[in-house]
């Protein structure tokens, strides 16, 4: 399978405890976006990612979250201390030149 | 802020009737228009997309208009079928300057037997 994927796809924690999900990109995409999905919402932008840098942050992403893509291929978030706000979709997609995102399946945290 | 404003919220249709589903938006610099399908459980997956320099584009029963000057662009889906069922979302970039989306908040689209 050749497109974006991420692990864990789901994930169940407690209010508290740190969690770090994975993407892995469509090989050779060099942009990378992180998104936020609620129940019955479109998809929030978290933060993205060119090559290794990460290029622009939504004031959605509090101190709590970071991300990182060190070798500019795949990429994790981890949410610190988290809270049962967060319990959420998180999706991951990445682009080339074309401006196309093209997602990940997801990964579905719930924080109890 | 950027924002993306899309209706209806829900939208039931006869199979083989035509869905309209209309969005606008507001940072007058978007210039990159894709629309996701979503179904339960699934991810996003793009249908079809329109930049700024063309008005209309069509792929087979999906077609998307885009009106600049009003920041208004629309997705139509013509002789639907039961598979168009799915919550559909609108979405705007400025493309290569900035390239993160801003999406609507959804439609989701039911196609009635």
């Known amino acids: 399978d050749t497109g974006v994927s991420q692990d864990p796809r789901h994930k169940i924690t407690k209010r508290g405890q740190n969690v770090t999900f994975r993407c892995d990109p469509i090989?050779?995409?060099?942009?990378l976006y992180w998104y936020r999905q609620t129940l019955g919402q479109g998809p929030e932008f978290l933060t993205y990612f060119q090559n290794e840098a990460q290029l622009e942050k939504s004031r959605l992403l509090s101190d709590r979250f970071s991300a990182e893509r060190p070798k500019g291929s795949f990429s994790t978030l981890e949410i610190q201390r988290t809270e049962q706000g967060d319990s959420a979709m998180y999706l991951c997609?990445?682009?080339?030149?074309?401006?196309?995102?093209?997602f990940g399946p997801g990964t579905r945290l719930l924080v109890l | 802020g950027e924002n993306v404003e899309q209706h209806p919220s829900t939208l039931s249709v006869q199979e083989g009737d035509s869905a309209v589903i209309k969005c606008t938006y507001s940072d007058s610099a978007s210039n990159y228009f894709p629309w996701y399908k979503q179904e339960l459980g699934k991810r996003p997956q793009l249908i079809i997309d329109i930049r700024s320099n063309v008005g209309e584009k069509k792929d087979q029963r999906i077609a998307v208009t885009l009106n600049k000057t009003a920041k208004h662009f629309s997705l139509h889906i013509t002789e639907t079928q039961p598979e168009d069922s799915a919550v559909y979302f609108c979405?705007?970039?400025?493309?290569?300057?900035?390239?993160?989306?801003?999406f609507g908040k959804g439609t989701r689209l039911h196609i009635l037997p």
């Open positions: 997609a990445s682009s080339s030149a074309t401006w196309t995102q093209y």
């Open positions: 979405a705007a970039s400025r493309g290569n300057r900035d390239d993160k989306i801003i």
């Open positions: 090989s050779e995409h060099n942009r």
